[in-house]
């Protein structure tokens, strides 16, 4: 990794530090092929892009409003694709854009780079399926000019899926509100004495259908309120947990409260369902120590390990046509 280019400068130090790799604050609608191509070594060229997946998430389906700048984002990297000619392109996002209609989106995108030359493949791969324990599903699309390109076969099935238990059973026990002295980073949120109650009526694996009448909220007693089942809910021991997203260490957000802690998931909890090490530095220091401004880079990010299964696909695939050599 040599470079990266985002508009979000609170990911300055985090890209930096944790990957020793330049980052550069700059819109992608603004970016040149040439500043790009300055980049790149001389004989291979690798361009891995994600442009954000809200528009095209399925909350955003239901949303008749679209942040038109957003939809564009895909256009720029096709764009930048074209002005660089990189022999390898990968791209991450959610299943939703393969079927997205306006302006035939994906397709247009997929036809461009057909006709730069490029070999195509993308899957919609079940995270589990790979050793993540979150069962998050995305589209995960590989391109080269050298010739086909597939992803590596799955590492993991249903009977040896990582779990719940297995990512976070070891962490030490805290309230709402508390953190880890050992780990400012293992912190939850604090809940108010309602939701107190609420989560304490909640049962491993369960939701808010599940309370006494008395505690439900008004939009839960109306018909469209049904469709939210998932929130205030507590997650399975023995399974993955659900996606991860920018909010999900609010227990009114999902299905984000710890299976028998009666909390929401902390910090660190969420940093590992995404696969995060405990060594991963989000932070510089305590004054810079911002729990919105993390939980919103641990539900945007690409789970490190899913990233590394793309770049050992792409390892693979150069390897067939004598362009990697293993280090010793």
């Not at 791209?91 to 247009?108: A, H, T």
């Not at 604090?190 to 909640?202: F, G, K, P, V």
Request: proline share 5%; with cysteine; hydrophobic share 30%.
């Amino acid at each position: 990794m040599v470079a990266g280019y985002d508009n979000d400068i609170t990911c300055k130090y985090v890209y930096e530090t944790n990957n020793h790799a330049q980052f550069n604050t700059t819109d992608i609608t603004e970016l040149k092929g040439d500043e790009l191509n300055t980049q790149f070594g001389k004989k291979l060229k690798v361009l891995v892009g994600c442009a954000p997946c809200q528009p095209f998430s399925s909350y955003s389906f239901k949303v008749k409003v679209k942040d038109e700048k957003k939809l564009n984002l895909i256009f720029s990297f096709s764009r930048l694709i074209e002005e660089t000619q990189p022999t390898i392109v990968s791209m991450e996002n959610v299943p939703q854009l393969v079927n997205y209609n306006k302006s035939s989106i994906f397709q247009d995108f997929y036809d461009k780079l057909i006709m730069l030359g490029y070999h195509i493949s993308y899957k919609i791969v079940f995270c589990p399926d790979y050793g993540i324990p979150q069962r998050r599903k995305r589209l995960v699309f590989l391109a080269s000019k050298l010739g086909d390109i597939t992803l590596i076969k799955p590492t993991h099935a249903p009977d040896n899926y990582i779990t719940v238990r297995d990512a976070i059973g070891d962490l030490s026990p805290i309230k709402a509100g508390e953190y880890d002295p050992q780990d400012p980073l293992h912190r939850s949120r604090e809940l108010s004495d309602l939701n107190i109650i609420r989560i304490q009526h909640t049962k491993e694996g369960e939701g808010w259908k599940s309370w006494p009448k008395e505690l439900l909220l008004d939009c839960f007693k109306k018909k469209s309120g049904h469709s939210y089942g998932s929130v205030y809910g507590r997650m399975k021991w023995n399974e993955p947990s659900p996606t991860m997203t920018t909010q999900c260490t609010g227990l009114g957000n999902g299905r984000f409260g710890h299976p028998e802690q009666d909390r929401a998931i902390s910090l660190r909890e969420a940093a590992r369902f995404q696969t995060f090490s405990d060594n991963y530095q989000f932070y510089e220091s305590m004054d810079k120590y911002n729990p919105s401004v993390i939980c919103r880079q641990i539900g945007n990010a690409v789970p490190p390990k899913l990233g590394q299964v793309i770049a050992k696909s792409i390892k693979e695939h150069l390897k067939e046509y004598k362009l990697w050599q293993n280090k010793t």
